[in-house]
């Protein structure tokens, strides 16, 4: 039997936890699984022990003051008389005979449903955890990075913006970053409609003749100022009952109207 080496068990010791559970189980299948011959050499030349020295998963739980941390390790508590761990390691020195070392295999194949059992619950833990962080990033994905100036509405109905100042008796309750309402109440933005500093700043520039397009089937738009400042608006392409527009082409829209009146308002004073 070729043993597990120490320096093999404590690099698994380094690893995660399926990889030092993993590797205890290996150590628990030879103990199983060799022959009388290789048990007592292994034994007698502490080439093998059902201690902790000999298992990786119990040396992942043993800090830097050499104190085991039990109650961290995912196999049931080894203090434990009472545990499959405890007869083994009893039978493991008392054998002295083929029918001894055979009584030992015994507990020592009981060892290894145990620690299987484990295997299998650390790997549904990794799956559901797996599971929760690919939720957690796919939904921060979709949620965009607020900015100083987003309004919206909150969980109130209430339009409310989002301000990056730390606000003189909102520290109890709250960060630099919070939702302000019109009533002066913190809210939860529920609904982002825009940034109200992108706005001015597209408000600020002049805007002259302009045409959007819904969509390739020729339903446009075209605005424009005429000589007496009045916005002229002329749609092209639809039909007596109009068309259905996507929402990001009516946002140019709306943002291009907004812009040429403001331009007009300019040019007024």
Known sequence: ???????????????????????????????????????????????VDPWAGFCAICIKHIDGDGNAKCGECPLPDCQNPNTV?????????????RSDVAKFQDAAAAMCKVIEKAIDEIKAKNLIDAMLEAKAELEKAKKPELRHGDYGYDTNGDACIYINVHMKGLRECCDEHLWLNARGY???????????????????KDLGEVRVEFDKKGNKVFMDLNVENKIWIHFCGYDQDGVYVP??????????????????KRKQK
């Open 186 to 204: 913190v809210g939860i933005a529920v609904t982002i409609l825009g940034n109200i500093f992108d706005d001015l700043k597209l408000n600020s």
């Open 1 to 47: 039997m070729k043993w597990q080496t120490k320096e093999e068990i404590q690099k698994a010791a380094q690893g995660t936890e399926l990889e030092a559970t993993e590797k205890s189980l290996i150590h628990w299948q030879q103990l199983k699984d060799c022959s009388y011959e290789d048990f007592m050499d292994g034994r007698s030349n502490y080439k």
């Open 85 to 97: 761990w405890a007869t083994a390691k009893e039978l493991f020195h008392l054998a002295n005979n």
């Open 247 to 264: 929402i990001d082409k009516a946002v140019d829209f709306h943002q291009k109207l907004g812009q040429i009146i403001a331009t007009a």
